[in-house]
């Protein structure tokens, strides 16, 4: 709203089907708009005036503004959960059918090609411009710009990934961590040893 001492908040209302913004002041909560889902939402993200849903088996955008809504592909019950993950000004990245990670800006399109993770994927992290996946078994980090494979990390028991303030966060039910990259120094120096002087 560009008042530089308000915060706007999304709540989901489960009981309601509805999701609701909030204006968040020093002083006061003001209420500024609430759109109602034909469904609960299981996850959302937002960005700017946009919300991404997921639905009970649908992904869609809904521009709280304008209340327009935008359909984008469906996902099955198969999936461990459904994720939405704000990545950039208008674009999100999904969990979809396949193992894929699909990116979908608030029009509905793809502008980059998927990302091919595992069918189990349980969270999914921005530390630009990798996108960083969990799943039962492993970490998985994938290049945003070629969105090819880049790393793999052994990791049991995982339960959340998440990213927040340019840091990568995962927990167990035994322990939170942080996931720190490499010096871009001792990168260098890993590639140019490996011979792999294209990546």
């Known amino acids: 709203n560009g008042n530089p001492f308000c915060v706007e908040v999304c709540i989901v209302s489960v009981k309601r089907k509805t999701i609701q913004i909030y204006l968040v002041y020093e002083d006061k909560v ?3 708009k609430e759109c109602c ?3 609960q939402p299981c996850a959302v993200a937002v960005d700017g005036y946009y919300l991404c849903l997921a639905l009970t088996n649908q992904y869609i955008i809904l521009n709280y503004n304008t209340g327009a809504s935008q359909e984008l592909f469906p996902y099955t019950g198969e999936q461990k959960r459904p994720i939405v993950k704000r990545i950039g000004r208008e674009e999100f990245l999904l969990a979809a059918p ?4 699909m990116f979908a800006t608030v029009d509905g399109i793809s502008q980059r090609a998927p990302v091919r993770w595992s069918e189990k ?3 999914a992290a921005l530390y630009f411009p990798y996108i960083i996946a969990l799943d ?3 970490i998985t980090v994938h290049s945003m710009l070629d969105q090819q494979q880049k790393q793999t990390l052994p990791f049991k028991d995982g339960h959340i990934l998440q990213d927040f303030e340019g840091k990568v966060i ?3 039910t035994k322990g939170v961590y942080f996931l720190v990259p490499l010096p871009l120094e001792k990168q260098i120096q890993d590639l140019l040893d490996s011979r792999r002087v294209e990546e």
């Open 30 to 32: 003001q209420i500024l």
């Open 37 to 39: 889902t034909r469904e």
């Open 98 to 101: 396949g193992g894929l990670g």
């Open 121 to 123: 994927v349980i969270g």
């Open 136 to 138: 039962e078994e492993f």
């Open 170 to 172: 995962v927990a167990t």
